[in-house]
Structure formats: C-alpha cells, structure tokens
Nanobody
C-alpha cells in the first residue's frame, strides 16, 4: 500500500493551497483518513481527520480555514487550505487506516510528506 501526496508549495499569507493524497495497492477498505503536519523543532500534530462515513475533526488552529474531504471511490483524501498563515508552514503528511483483506485488521499508513510554506 502506498499513499502519495501532491499539492504542496509556496503560498502568500491569506492565500490558498489544496493538498491531495491517493492510496493505492491491495486495499479492502479504508477507515479514518487524516492530515498531520510537522514544523521544524515541533512534534507532528493532527490537522484534520475524516471518518469512513464523513465525520470530520479539526485542530482548533485550522477550524474555519481548512476543509478535509474524501472520495471513497478513488481512495483519496484532500485538504483545502484557505486564509493561510505563516504558522501553517510545515511538512504535511496524509494518513489512512487501511485493511488489506476482509478479515484483516486496520493498519495506519503514511505518505512521504509535502512541504507547505506560507511566506510573503
């Protein structure tokens, strides 16, 4: 199983970026999916998560600015980021809990990370 992220880059304060992540490989079902970020010198933190039926959860710091969504048919999860701030600068990682067969347990998989830099 692989998670491949795309969409990072440089944005100005107040700008927008959209991150996408696609899961591929032997997949029976996907549970919760999420986006995490890690800034230099800081621990990795949850940004947003979305359950299999669409229940969402956001870090307080991004509520009202970021929107997480998923496409179960395509095994993708996206993060629309608006009103970006310099403190949003970090490496963003997608995560997915994936079962590879009908009786298999769910295992967390991670993407390789994509850099988001917010600067003028």
């Amino acid at each position: 199983v692989q998670l491949v992220e795309s969409g990072g880059g440089l944005a100005q304060p107040g700008g927008s970026l959209r991150l996408s992540c696609a899961a591929s490989g032997t997949i029976s079902s996907i549970g919760a999916m999420g986006w995490y970020r890690q800034a230099p010198g800081k621990q990795r933190e949850l940004v947003a998560s979305i359950g299999a039926i669409g229940t969402t959860n956001y870090a307080d710091s991004v509520k009202g600015r970021f929107t997480i969504s998923r496409d179960n048919a395509k095994n993708t999860v996206s993060l629309q980021m608006t009103s970006l701030k310099p403190e949003d600068t970090a490496v963003y990682y997608c995560q997915a809990a994936i079962s590879r067969c009908g009786s298999c347990r769910y295992v967390d998989y991670w993407g390789q990370g994509t850099q988001v830099t917010v600067s003028s």
